[in-house]
């Protein structure tokens, strides 16, 4: 039985990488999109299902988990990876509305698509969500960044996006909690090059998708929750 797989911002950088990477080992991936011809172009590219879900919209969140739902009957794997950068300016200048736009993607985003697809995660044998977080997200390195460079391959005070990714590191938490049968783990994919910060990471693409994709194949037995790095386990 194929692995089914659902993986948002699957356009292009770390998204597109993991879907290829999957693919590769057998799982029929749905590519989301929140533009249908990026999302169709993407999807042929990889030999994947199109699937048009902008995750900062309720009714498209709802209507992507309709579709899969006709179409598979269940997700195996859910991947939250779409996510923005937000604002790199001072903390003091920072507005709630600037944090509210970030954390309108970062967080509230990964809540409207795991819980829209809660229902055909609950209808898979054993399922996973694996929210792509940061080690920038993570409490214990912000509170003294200069004692984890063995993890850290750079470090930013970004205060709208570091707080948005420590807390859909909460959301990984709580989500396995509640639903212990539910592998729930947030993955650190390192400073990668990608748009998302003009590509002036240190790593490629390829290199970041790793630790995703290994998450997304973990199979029984892997901690949940976990916050997990390319070389083991990210502090909370």
Known sequence: MTTITVITGATKGLGFETAR??????????????DAHRGEQAAKALGARPLLIDITDEASVDAAAQRVRAEAGRVDVLV?????????????????????QVFDTN???????TRAFLPLLQA???PAVVNVSSSLGSLAINAGPAAHTDILQAWAPLLAYNSSKAALNMLTAVYAQAFPHISVVSVDPGFTATDLNGHQGTQSVEDGAAVIAAAATAGPGAPSPAFLGATGPVPW
């Not at 057998?26 to 929140?34: D, F, I, K, L």
């Not at 939250?80 to 509210?100: F, H, K, S």
């Not at 967080?107 to 698509?113: D, E, I, Q, S």
């Open 107 to 113: 967080v509230f985003g990964a809540v409207r698509t």
């Open 80 to 100: 939250n990876n779409a996510g923005i950068a937000g604002p790199a300016a001072p903390a003091g200048e920072l507005t709630a509305a600037d944090l509210q």
């Open 21 to 34: 990477r999957l693919i590769e080992q057998g799982h029929t991936v749905y590519a989301g999109a929140r």
């Open 124 to 126: 898979a044998a054993r």
